[in-house]
């Protein structure tokens, strides 16, 4: 059963930002409040940005899980979305083409509800092969190209995979440090996406 996403703060004016990924979201391994969307939501807030983060983060996720899960997602109403999919589907060599197929669908869900999107691209593991991680790797710059007005950033892990010191014993998963590397890197992106929310409704 799905749990419900978790917010970083209180419902109020704020706007709604989901955050639809996997284990790299969701926080896994790490204190509840060092994942990436605690980490995001300080950010943002030190840069005085009042926003409400919707963690809809699921551990071994992949794609397909996302796309399925999505509808549910959205009934948190946000006003802007953050989709960190796909490292799941390299892990298990799924064929790419499906997994372009499941984000093309979440982008088209997205974009009919007019909900500005931040694409987070994912490497394949190299072990898989240099054939597979160039098919891998077009999957998400291939939809960049498809849909223009999405916001893509094309590596989520960038100046963290393959760090021993910002990754957690199992090499896969970012440390604390990792993740504020990572909300560094993109946090000029996120706000540029914030910039093309609506306000919410209420508002």
């Known amino acids: 059963m799905f749990r419900r996403p978790r917010r970083t703060v209180a419902a109020g004016q704020a706007p709604h930002l989901l955050v639809l990924g996997d284990s790299l979201a969701a926080g896994y391994g790490l204190p509840q409040d060092q994942g990436f969307v605690p980490q995001l939501q300080a950010a943002l807030a030190a840069r005085g940005r009042a926003v409400q983060v919707v963690n809809a983060g699921v551990s071994g996720d992949t794609t397909a899980g996302g796309l399925a899960r999505l509808d549910w997602s959205l009934a948190e109403r946000p006003q802007a979305a953050i989709v960190e999919l796909g490292g799941n589907d390299g892990l298990r060599a799924l064929p790419p083409a499906a997994s372009r197929d499941n984000l093309a669908a979440i982008l088209d869900r997205l974009k009919a509800r007019n909900i500005p999107v931040l694409l987070a691209g994912m490497l394949a593991p190299p072990n898989l092969g240099a054939p597979y991680g160039r098919e891998f790797a077009a999957v998400y710059s291939g939809l960049a190209r498809e849909y223009p007005d999405t916001i893509f950033y094309p590596f989520f892990l960038d100046g963290v995979a393959g760090d021993a010191g910002l990754n957690q014993p199992d090499g896969i998963h970012p440390n604390a440090k990792g993740v504020a ?20 409704p209420d508002q």
Not at 186 to 200: Q, T
């Open 181 to 200: 590397e990572i909300v560094r890197r993109i946090l000029p992106a996120v706000e540029s996406l914030l910039d093309r929310a609506a306000p919410p």
